[in-house]
DNA sequence: GTTTTTTCATTTGTCAGACATTTAAAAGTC
DNA sequence: GACTTTTAAATGTCTGACAAATGAAAAAAC
């Protein structure tokens, strides 16, 4: 029942995170030097440095050498946060054990959101994406890895249409972190050929602007993928 | 354009997680000591020490201290991976310039994905929270902080009852990070009683599992919220 | 006076060694 | 056999030092 005090690398680095999410320090604000710092917490130097490791793991801070160096806070960009999520997002899939109907399931939900958003603003680049993607998935010597990773592609091209860029940054995880569960599942030429058959009439409505095609078109995918993973994991059971 | 080389704690830990997500270490599977990986990746103790700082800041990995003690691969919770999902979130919309009008966009189309589901699943216990935020907001002695807290806590009972942890969690940052745009606005007695009047339907329709009703119902809180955030802003832009 | 070069102080990155603290297993005691 | 003590191993922390990078000031060259 005793809480375990946290380390003092831990208590010094939530201190500084608590000032950055306060708004205390503004982006790009130097935090004094690691030789102040352990001065002010009344701490070693080495302990400093692992706080602000700890910082700059979660992409809060960035650290520079030299003269007119130091800490400084980050501008925490969407392309930084986005490794990140992806990652965590993977791990927490595969190891809580999360069934492929949950995850498929949060995926299409997701995505169906984005529709009509996507059906509206999409740009000739999105759909040019979508239409290199399903041709990458047609070509017959693309291996199963590939197969996946160009299906992953299509979705960010369908969620990235939505220009918005919280909804693209929240759903990265969820479509990225399919990919290891739809890499378990091996593609036959035949279901291959209708996966890209609806990623193709996806891609005509979204050209269309038609949102409610879309939404038909993506529901059946969403259920031929269930089906496909159903078939695959009873097979598989089997032996 | 050249590289500049990453830290070597970087380097370390960027091969440590590798390892962890390509599945080479396996939960609760316990690292080498911190001497031991000293002696392998050829550099001093506190470089490693900062390099497993930094997987520990991404709840990776936890240590223990003791004979037995060391650093164990972190079986990783959905509780763990959220506050960090949150704080990101949070981070990314206030230093990124995110309108309103974008993160409230993402927000309801998320939720909207979620509203089929809601209604298949919720428990009464889902239930149960809608209608005491919905109470609890009705108070007239709630602050303007209390009251966004409280809608936050209503969202998330919805989402939670899509019975999805993937969804919830992905939505999580979403939800979250609404809070400190929305604590921006002032709400009068008149707008939180159509605020709260329209979660009471969405609590109503979630019971009778009227998914269309309960669509509505969102969709016309996204417009109010809409509505009332663009007459706050233009009022202090005039003054 | 202006430009270039050199020097230098500051700061992070890394290392070595030491001691403190925690923890569980091993050894000892009854 | 059950309990207590010892001990070894591991992380947590500190001190002190040097290396490397970097911008600014000082010096030199034109």
């Known amino acids: 029942m005793k809480k375990p005090r946290p380390d003092l690398s831990a208590q010094i680095a939530a201190s500084i995170r608590d000032a950055i999410v306060e708004g205390r320090l503004i982006v790009d604000e130097r935090l004094p030097s690691e030789a102040e710092l352990s001065e002010q917490f ?5 302990t400093v440095r692992e706080a602000l490791k700890r910082l700059g793991a979660q992409s809060l801070i960035r650290t520079q050498r030299g003269a007119t160096g130091g800490a400084f806070v980050n501008h925490l960009r969407y392309e930084d946060a986005y490794a990140q999520h992806v990652t965590t997002s993977t791990l927490l899939l595969s190891m809580n054990d999360v069934s492929f109907d949950t995850a498929a399931e949060a995926r299409f939900a997701l995505e169906a959101a984005c529709v009509p958003l996507a059906c509206a603003r999409r740009t000739p680049d999105h759909l040019a994406t979508m239409r290199a993607e399903c041709h990458r ?3 017959p010597g693309l291996s199963d890895e590939g197969f996946c990773a160009s299906d992953v592609a ?3 091209a369908l969620v990235d249409g939505a220009a918005n860029p919280v909804l693209s940054y929240q759903l990265a995880g969820a479509v990225e972190a399919m990919q290891p569960l739809m890499n378990m599942i091996t593609f036959s ?4 050929g209708v996966i890209v058959g609806l990623h193709g009439r996806i891609a005509d409505a979204l050209e269309a602007r038609d949102a409610v095609a ?3 078109a993506l529901s059946e995918l ?3 993928t269930r089906e496909l993973a159903q078939s695959v ?3 598989r059971a089997r032996r």
């Open 42 to 46: 009344d701490v070693s130097r080495p």
């Open 137 to 139: 998935q047609a070509q």
């Open 154 to 156: 299509f979705h960010r």
């Open 189 to 192: 030429a035949r279901s291959r």
């Open 214 to 216: 879309a939404d038909v």
């Open 222 to 224: 969403a259920a031929y």
């Open 233 to 235: 994991f009873a097979e």
